[in-house]
């Protein structure tokens, strides 16, 4: 079966690492659900469910670039600590968001703090990782008119945010 847009597409999914660490899973009791054709999930991922049969269980591998990416050297900036409000206080592993020039968001984690010298990693935390995803597609159905205008799933019981 062929995912169409536009759908809403709901699974149960086991996220594990290249050594067979959970990084992240979902149950029954509380699915993942998307909305296909919204890039809400890894492209890659969403065409291998696409072929999928609702019920059905199936393991994904997925190298670097089929997830998020080779690592990247390159997006690894030192800046000095006065780049961030003075009140701010600053840790090893602390996430931000820097907008580009062009009006991008940008994650960062600040990677190390030596002095007045704060090293931050533009790259996403899986980059260079390949990745296995073990699936069950739950469900499918039509988008409504009020998702597809907010760009993403209601729960069972309407509007929730």
């Not at 699915?31 to 999930?41: K, M, V």
């Not at 999928?52 to 990247?72: C, H, N, Q, R, W």
């Not at 030192?78 to 062009?102: H, N, Q, W, Y």
């Not at 990693?121 to 039509?142: C, Q, S």
């Amino acid at each position: 079966m062929a995912l169409k847009d536009n759908q809403v597409v709901t699974i149960i999914f086991t996220l594990k690492d290249e050594n067979g660490i959970i990084i992240e899973e979902t149950t029954k009791e509380n699915p993942f659900s998307f909305i296909s054709g919204y890039q809400q999930i890894l492209p890659r991922l969403e065409a291998h469910i696409g072929e999928m049969l609702i019920g059905s269980k199936k393991t994904f591998v997925l190298a670097p670039e089929d997830a998020y990416g080779e690592y990247d050297d390159g997006a690894i900036q030192k800046v000095k600590r006065s780049e961030f409000p003075a009140e701010t206080e600053l840790e090893v592993g602390m996430g931000f968001i820097a907008d580009s020039p062009d009006g991008n968001q940008m994650p960062f984690i600040i990677e190390n703090i030596q002095g007045d010298d704060v090293t931050l990693n533009f790259n996403h935390p899986l980059a260079g990782k390949t990745l296995t995803f073990e699936v069950e597609l739950m469900g499918l159905r039509d988008a409504t008119l009020e998702e597809l205008s907010h760009g993403h799933v209601h729960g069972t019981d309407g509007h929730h945010h």
